[in-house]
């Protein structure tokens, strides 16, 4: 019995395998025909339809509409002239579900907006990007903090085509066939492609850096790591800092990196320098204060261009959710607990 029962198990973990590969071929064969798709359509229309299916899922996503608009209440409340009803805050949401239904058609779409010579990339426009090229002179590495804002998908390909060696630190996506999915769209121009949280993944950051490389990675996002709160939208949130930890011990060069949609298929890269003191121990906070104004002071431009339905207040400082997991709070708590904060807020 004890036999029939492990082969079962063995049978089961290999059709499961089977089927993840399967899963992970169809994705990628999906998305090439979705590219395929792509060109063939004026790209006005095809970022509208992809406009209009980002407000659909909206719709169907009752959750993460829910977190949008209650964080965009939250994050603007007490100032003036923004987003004070909660019919303002779900058009705001609405919006932002539009806008990454048009990233992902952008994303469709990055052989023609990056062309035959990103150098001369029609639709892409950079300031500071002799910041870039000074690095790579200088024969370091070096760390680009970004965020979830406007296609930032489009940024290490775009530098890559340069010339201009870049490795993504990204979250591993719950599924599969999703993972799979991205690689293939994150993998144009020969841009590498680094998991967060996998094994040897902390080798492979090392091996990218010795190799004089562009690190990406983005920091606005509440993750199970090793984090490190800084003031964003006036409340401590948390951002997985290990990536920065290695590059201010090894006093590499930090720079922001940011992309605006400015128009239809019309993008801006703002690039800047965060200068720091290598033998300063408060570095790392100041490099996150930085980084956190600078996203802030965009979102606030362009609201619509975050993705708000990140619960980027969830964890709070002082928890060790190592070893009070049961302190985390769920979705319907981080709610109610934005609900409160707010209020506080307006009637400060």
């Not at 201009?164 to 121009?189: C, E, F, K, M, Q």
């Not at 800084?230 to 290695?246: D, Q, T």
């Not at 006093?251 to 003191?277: A, G, N, Q």
Request: aromatic share 8%; proline share 5%; hydrophobic share 40%.
């Amino acid at each position: 019995m004890i036999k029939i029962s492990r082969n079962k198990q063995m049978n089961r973990r290999v059709r499961d395998s089977g089927a993840d590969a399967t899963n992970n071929r169809a994705a990628v064969l999906g998305i090439r025909l979705l590219r395929l798709l792509a060109r063939t359509l004026p790209p006005r229309i095809f970022l509208g339809a992809c406009a209009a299916a980002g407000s659909i899922a909206g719709m169907v996503s009752k959750r993460e509409s829910r977190i949008a608009a209650s964080q965009i209440a939250f994050a603007f409340a007490g100032c003036k002239n923004a987003f004070h009803t909660d019919k303002q805050c779900r058009a705001l949401a609405r919006a932002s579900f539009r806008h990454i239904g048009r990233f992902a058609g952008e994303c469709l779409l990055i052989d023609r907006l990056l062309g035959e010579q990103p150098s001369n990339a029609p639709y892409i426009t950079v300031s500071g990007q002799d910041i870039v090229e000074e690095i790579l002179h200088s024969g370091q590495g070096a760390l680009a903090l970004s965020g979830h804002f406007g296609c930032f998908e489009l940024q290490p390909p775009y530098f890559a085509g340069l010339g201009i060696p870049a490795t993504v630190i990204a979250r591993s996506p719950n599924y599969g066939w999703l993972a799979a999915a991205v690689n293939d769209l994150r993998s144009y121009n020969g841009v590498e492609l680094l998991w967060r949280g996998k094994e040897h993944s902390v080798k492979t950051l090392y091996r990218a850096l010795k190799q004089q490389r562009i690190i990406c990675t983005l920091l606005d996002q509440d993750v199970n790591l090793d984090n490190h709160f800084a003031p964003f939208f006036g409340e401590g949130a948390a951002s997985p800092v290990v990536p920065l930890r290695i590059a201010l011990a090894h006093k590499l060069p930090v720079v922001t990196s940011f992309i605006i949609r400015k128009d239809v298929l019309h993008h801006h890269i703002v690039i800047e320098r965060v200068p720091y003191d290598g033998s300063d121990p408060q570095a790392l906070e100041y490099v996150l204060n930085c980084y956190n104004q600078r996203l802030e002071a965009l979102i606030r431009q362009y609201p619509e261009q975050w993705l708000w339905w990140h619960r980027r207040w969830r964890r709070r400082p002082g928890i060790d959710y190592e070893a009070h997991p049961e302190l985390l709070r769920s979705t319907n708590d981080y709610l109610a607990w934005l609900v409160e904060r707010t209020a506080e807020r307006v009637a400060a």
